[in-house]
C-alpha cells in the first residue's frame, strides 16, 4: 500500500474535527443500533489501471508542484460498527471524477479532457479510533449524475462496503437515480456530507464529515 501518511499539521486538523462527532463514536451511548450506511453501486468508473501514487492526498501526484483543479476540500470521517465500535486499520477507498467530470479510467467519455494533475483515487488506513483523511476537490456533476464520491471499505482482504457520499443541500440529489434509489429518509441522510468553509482557510478551503456505519458486530470491528 502506498502513502497513507498525516503530515504533523494534518493530524491536528483531523483531531479538531472529530472532536464534533466524538458522541457519535463512543461505544455504549446508543441504545438502539446506528443508521447503516446504505450500500450503492461501484459503477463502472473504479480505476481500471491504478495511478503511481494512491495515497490520501489527491491534489498532489508524487512530487508533482501542480495542484489539481477544483475546490480544495477535506474529507474526514470515522468507521464503525452498528453499535459504534471503531473500525481500526480498515482501508478506506475514494474515488472521483475530475473537475471537467473525467474519471481516471479508460472508459470515461472525455478523457482527453482529464486533469493531469488530479490523481483521482486515493485509500488511507483507519487510526485506532477508526478514523480517516483525505484531501481531494469538492465533487461535481457530469450528464446523468449528481456530485457524488465513491467510497470503498476493505479489511483483511474483504470487501465491507461499497457506497457513494453526496452533498447535502445539493438540488439534484432528487434528480439521480442512484441516490434516489434509497428510499428510507434515514438511509438516504446518511449518504450525505455538507460541505462547509474551512475556518481561517484564505483560499475557500472546505471541509466535509461523512462517517461510515458497517454492519458488523464488534469481533468483526
Known amino acids: 500500500m502506498s502513502r497513507?501518511?498525516?503530515?504533523?499539521?494534518?493530524?491536528?486538523?483531523?483531531?479538531?474535527?472529530?472532536?464534533g462527532a466524538s458522541a457519535f463514536m463512543v461505544p455504549g451511548v446508543f441504545a438502539e443500533e446506528l443508521t447503516r450506511t446504505p450500500r450503492q453501486t461501484e459503477g463502472p468508473f473504479y480505476p481500471d489501471r491504478l495511478p503511481l501514487d494512491t495515497d490520501n492526498d489527491l491534489l498532489i501526484i508524487n512530487d508533482s508542484i501542480t495542484p489539481a483543479v477544483g475546490t480544495i476540500t477535506h474529507l474526514t470521517g470515522r468507521v464503525c460498527d452498528l453499535k459504534g465500535n471503531p473500525v481500526r486499520n480498515a482501508v478506506v477507498e475514494i474515488w472521483q471524477c475530475d473537475n471537467s467530470g473525467a474519471y481516471l479510467h479508460s472508459g470515461t467519455s472525455n478523457r482527453d479532457k482529464r486533469d493531469k494533475n488530479f490523481q483521482g483515487f486515493g485509500r488511507f488506513l483507519t487510526s485506532s479510533k477508526g478514523e480517516y483523511y483525505f484531501r481531494t476537490i469538492k465533487p461535481v456533476p457530469y450528464p446523468g449524475r449528481t456530485p457524488h464520491i465513491h467510497v470503498k471499505v476493505k479489511k483483511g482482504g474483504k470487501e465491507l462496503l461499497t457506497t457513494q457520499?453526496?452533498?447535502?443541500?445539493?438540488p439534484q440529489n432528487q434528480r439521480d437515480g442512484i441516490f434516489r434509489s434509497v428510499r428510507d429518509p434515514k438511509a438516504q441522510a446518511a449518504l450525505l456530507a455538507e460541505f462547509v468553509p474551512l475556518k481561517g482557510s484564505r483560499i475557500g478551503e472546505l471541509q466535509a464529515q461523512f462517517n461510515i456505519v458497517l454492519g458488523l458486530t464488534p469481533a468483526d470491528a
Open 4 to 19: 497513507a501518511i498525516l503530515l504533523p499539521s494534518r493530524r491536528l486538523f483531523l483531531g479538531s474535527l472529530a472532536l
Open 165 to 170: 457520499l453526496y452533498i447535502k443541500g445539493e
